[in-house]
């Protein structure tokens, strides 16, 4: 058709219908890449789907006690735990208290501190911790962190803590009225901690490597295995299942470091991820993915209202007549009904069709929850539904 139209163009104008021709020519070749180049498929790298198995964080918890409060600090009648353990740091430093002391400690609080050890964090390096206030303590704000040793879940000292707290919240009270913002009863200490032992890592080891997937998808699995062995040369990766594909690597540690860090951004096309409804029945959020399909159905949807109003009557008896005055009460009880239509839903295959046929509902999240659970049951919704 484009031929023809530029045959007929040949009357015109010698400069005219040379202007013609090439416009007619640009959009045969702009239609021609539309049909023969479709439009590239999103990717990702893979250091965004997978990790290095055995290369993660480890959680350090301790306990320790945070002193200079301004008079903010637990009440050791109600937090013995404090005062005990006061007593035992004084014991360490060569300071012994008299038994039976009464001890009125409001300048010291009892604290948690936890903090996350970072993969190859080597001895003398610092890392964040975050204080967390045990007792009663009202504030930690100017408080010191008393030398605390944050342990592993095997029970062995990885760092140690010590610092002053940043607390971002502020407050005051004076003659029963109370401001505050934001949260006095934590903080953090930056750098606060110094690393005392490595954890060990399996990088190093062997001539072999694990990668793990993030997503449980044998299509992943198989995508991040291809793009590995097309960069690096067949059976460099091999798909184990849909979480784990296994790696050969070199032996040298430096050449290791080059391969993993050339394989990390390596791209891969991701596949179509499963249908899913995620729906939180505490907030009433609803979140769906793309591949939400739903098929044509009809749905009818009513609201049921009870309400109850009560009016005190009171009753007052003559004069004289020994009688007392009562004080009763109305009540009123009013059942209302909304009429609910048969709603025919067409089938949508896409997100923004499907989201137009829930909105054409009119129904809340909470009513959406139920009518998604019984387009479920009768296999008009093509998705998983979690509820969280």
Known sequence: MLVRLARQVDGLGEVFASLVRGLIWVATIALLLLIVCPTAAEAARIKEVASVAGVRS????GYGLVVGLDGTGDQTTQTPFTAQSLQAMLQQLGVTVPAGANMQLRNVAAVMVTATL?????????????VSSLGNAKSLRGGTLIATPLKGADSQIYAMAQGNLVIAGAGAAA?????????????????????????????????SLRLDINADDYGTARAVANAINTHFGPRTAQALDGRVVQLKVPS??????NFLADLENLEVELATPA????????????????????????????????TISSTPMVSQPNAFSGGQTTVTEKTDIALKQEPGSLLQLPAGTRLTEVVKALNSL???PADLLAILQALKAAGALQAELEVI
């Not at 480890?58 to 918890?61: E, G, K, P, R, T």
């Not at 970072?118 to 975050?130: E, K």
């Not at 913002?181 to 606060?192: K, Q, Y």
């Not at 979140?287 to 098929?295: F, I, S």
């Open 58 to 61: 480890n959680q350090l918890v």
């Open 275 to 306: 249908a899913r409804i995620v729906v939180n029945a505490r907030t009433g959020s609803i979140v769906m993915n793309q591949a939400v399909t739903l098929g044509a159905c009809a749905v009818a949807h009513g609201n049921l209202q009870v």
């Open 118 to 130: 970072p993969p190859f964090a080597q001895p003398g390096q610092a890392i964040d911790v975050v």
């Open 362 to 364: 009119g129904a809340t």
């Open 175 to 207: 003659g029963g009225s109370k401001v505050q913002v934001n949260h006095l009863s934590a903080g953090r200490i930056p750098s606060g901690a110094t690393v005392e032992r490595a954890v060990p890592t399996p990088l190093a080891q062997g001539d």
């Open 252 to 257: 040298q540690p430096n050449e290791r470091v």
